[in-house]
């Protein structure tokens, strides 16, 4: 499975939020809690198209036999395909002495990856008042351990050192082995301006470097400089105000040189965000054209293709537009990628993207005890107005561009040397 991207300071999946309230607690009684998991499984029933909620059910009953407290109990069965027999099933459990909380986890990751493995119950974890600063650093979970991605250009890591491609090893003194995504950022996150210590292994020797935790909300996730007479915009993730600070960032640029070049627009190191982003992103430099499908994979009433097009009002004013990417821009990057290269004719410069498309919508809010979680479902795959989908092999840019070193930008250099390149010349 292909390892998710995690930036410290937003989780890197590309997810369409639907939530749907639930008015009371799972963990009330257990007849309510049975009524709101019944609830929760013709949601998952409609989202899927199917006629009735067996199939849910069936992948609950999955779930429950395979709790590690149940090893060597007897296999429950669906008796019958309906709540009822969902319901005998449910309280046998409990009658085991199975903590109800985790099995309620349990039912729910199993009636959505009953269609499809890639689903997931996720709990919503609020992160305390006043633990909310981290060292600003990108990082994923590979086969290897968690290993750094890109540290964020003036961040606490980038300023104490800390490199793409470092090995995390401990904080603070503590080894990381065996810790999840989110236990790890948890670790890296505290009080402004305490004080963290990381230690790193590169090139198989460790080192230690001591920082400061920064705010995160004070971050931008859109930044912007001119450059050479280019206007340079980076966007480190996509969140529901993304177009607005994008149409910003293109306005202050014009207020430095009147007329620009052109405009870059980075997405490396992007792992998507927000569909609102996305499209609020690629609305500021086109005034028409469709910017993608979300291509349901399953068909019915409830559940249709749905097309979202380019408001009217390009900011950019039709100035050339040069986009970079690299193998860690992923999901809703690589939709606003490749919907800038259909509707603007954008050039696209960099290394293959990660080639994920996926569509998600969440059904939630759900109680489980002091925590609220949602049940992430993959619905269908985003496709550009060619119709052609990148889910699986990537984008191929237009121009590739080997990864470069600490000493240089070659990707950058590129998209610059395109923006200044006769209209009618190819850059060398």
């Known amino acids: 499975m292909r390892a998710l991207l995690f930036l410290f300071f937003v989780f890197g999946f590309f997810q369409i939020s639907a939530p749907s309230a639930f008015a009371e607690p799972l963990d009330s009684t257990s007849e309510r809690n049975l009524k709101r998991l019944n609830e929760v499984a013709e949601q998952v029933r409609l989202s899927y198209c199917e006629p ?24 429950l069965v669906l008796s019958t395909p309906d709540f009822d027999g969902f319901s005998k099933a449910y309280q046998e459990a409990l009658q085991a002495k199975i903590d109800r909380l985790e099995l309620d986890k349990v039912v729910l990751n199993g009636m959505a990856q009953a269609f499809d493995a890639s689903n997931e119950f996720v709990i919503q974890r609020e992160t305390p008042s006043g633990m909310r600063a981290g060292i600003l650093v990108q990082f994923k979970v590979d086969s290897s351990g968690p290993v750094i991605v890109h540290p964020i250009p003036d961040g606490p890591a ?26 790890i950022a948890n670790k890296l996150r505290g009080a402004s301006e305490s004080e963290v210590t990381v230690t790193i292994s590169r090139a198989g020797i460790e080192k230690t470097f001591s920082m400061q935790r920064s705010e995160t909300n004070s971050f931008s996730h859109v930044r912007y400089q001119v450059v050479d007479g280019i206007g340079v915009i980076t966007a480190l993730s996509f969140q529901w105000d993304t177009g607005t600070e994008v149409r910003d960032a293109i306005r202050a640029i014009r207020q430095d040189i009147r007329k620009p070049k052109g405009f870059i627009v980075d997405l490396r190191y992007n792992g998507g965000g927000l569909l609102d982003g996305v499209i609020g992103l690629v609305d500021q430099f086109a005034s028409r054209g469709l910017i993608v499908v979300d291509q349901p994979e399953i068909q019915c009433s409830t559940n249709l293709p749905r097309r979202i097009y380019a408001r009217p009002n390009d900011e950019s004013k039709g100035a050339p537009v040069v986009v970079l990417v690299n193998n860690e821009t992923a999901a809703g990057a690589e939709v606003a990628a490749v919907g800038l290269r259909e509707i603007r004719h954008a050039k696209i410069v960099g290394q293959p993207t990660s080639g994920v498309a996926h569509s998600f919508i969440a059904i939630g809010n759900i109680s489980m005890g002091s925590e609220l979680g949602f049940l992430r479902l993959r619905m269908g795959t985003y496709l550009p107005f ?18 470069g070193d600490w000493r240089g930008d070659a990707a950058m250099d590129q998209a610059i040397q395109l923006l200044n390149a006769p209209r009618n010349q190819k850059p060398r």
């Open 52 to 75: 009735d909620k067996r199939r849910a059910f069936e992948g609950a009953i999955k779930g429950i036999n395979a709790m590690p407290g149940r090893k060597d109990a007897a296999q």
């Open 158 to 183: 980038a300023v104490a050192g800390l490199l793409a491609g470092d090995r995390l090893k401990a904080i603070d003194g503590k080894p990381l082995t065996g810790l999840s995504m989110e236990e």
């Open 386 to 403: 060619s119709g052609k989908s990148f889910d699986g092999t990537g984008i191929i840019p237009d121009v590739l561009v080997e990864t």
